[in-house]
């Protein structure tokens, strides 16, 4: 027979063992903190180089590599009316809707509510500050994917204030409508040729061409306007082809980058559109045929 001090060590011992598990158990059930990553810094995108195709000069250019984007070289169309398209968006000047971000020049068409309409986007121009009579004129973009997503790079006559359109005359370098994926358009308008009696070619591939950027551009001289996709002409139209009309492609025209929602070409938006949508512009370049 055990003394009682004896049973009181031996308590004690599986007391304090006792207490040694419990104490193991708990500290293992407490779930282990996250640990807190670090941020990872995103890489700046390398320049895309600037090739001057042979026999022309590069007049002017905008890499959209600056803080903000550049007032001397775009200002903006602004409001909701529709223009002339019945178009949904309603256009402004806020960071929200065009901005520079990691060298590009990012317009952002949204799904909210503002100056009653549903969407807002961006319209830029580079009317009286940068205007062009012929040359080539260049861009690198990505348009955003999705029905009734309608993003452009298109010129209009200088003297658009003055004569109105179609008698400015309008350039469609490219437009591209999300519900035909794999099309971009190339067109021309002026008087007796406009809205549905534009002079339009179709550009189809066999990829979704928002997927990638690629380069849209025209040649353009006092007798003919040429297209390019990614440096492929696919379309020539000259003062031959529009017969008797007046061909008003010999003035200085302004340049223009939009992200239309809706309208009459783009057509209905899609319930499985996303929003935001962004259109990427990489750069804008003219070039001119050296003398």
């Known amino acids: 027979m055990k003394t009682t001090s004896t049973r009181f060590l031996l308590l004690l011992a599986l007391t304090l063992f006792s207490l040694s598990l419990m104490s ?38 905008d890499e959209f590599d600056d803080e903000a984007i550049d007032e001397a070289n775009w200002t903006y169309d602004l409001g909701g009316w529709g223009w002339g398209n019945g178009e949904a968006q309603y256009y402004t000047d806020r960071l929200e809707n065009a901005r520079l971000e990691e060298g590009m020049l990012v317009i952002e068409a949204r799904q909210e509510r503002y100056e009653e309409s549903y969407y807002t986007s961006a319209r830029l121009k580079s009317q009286g500050l940068q205007e062009f009579q012929y040359g080539r004129i260049e861009a690198r973009l990505k348009v955003p994917a999705g029905r009734g997503l309608w993003p452009a790079f298109w010129m209009l006559g200088s003297n658009f204030e003055e004569v109105g359109w179609p008698d400015c005359g309008e350039i469609d370098i490219m437009e591209y409508v999300g519900r035909e994926p794999d099309l971009i358009l190339g067109t021309i308008h002026g008087p007796g040729y406009s809205g549905a009696l534009g002079l339009t070619r179709w550009n189809r591939q066999d990829y979704d061409i928002a997927d990638d950027f690629h380069t849209y551009a025209i040649e353009w001289d006092e007798n003919q306007i040429t297209w390019f996709y990614d440096d492929v002409a696919y379309s020539t139209y000259t003062r031959e082809d529009i017969g008797e009309r007046e061909w008003v492609f010999d003035q200085p025209f302004f340049m223009i980058l939009n992200l239309a929602v809706g309208g009459q070409l783009a057509g209905p938006i899609g319930l499985d559109t996303v929003f935001p949508a962004q259109y990427l512009v990489d750069y804008v370049r003219v070039f001119q045929q050296e003398q």
């Open 24 to 61: 193991g158990v708990s500290a293992q059930s407490q779930p282990t903190p996250t640990p807190r990553q670090t941020a990872t810094p995103t890489p700046e995108p390398e320049a895309t180089p600037i090739v001057v195709p042979e026999g022309w000069a590069l007049v002017w250019h």
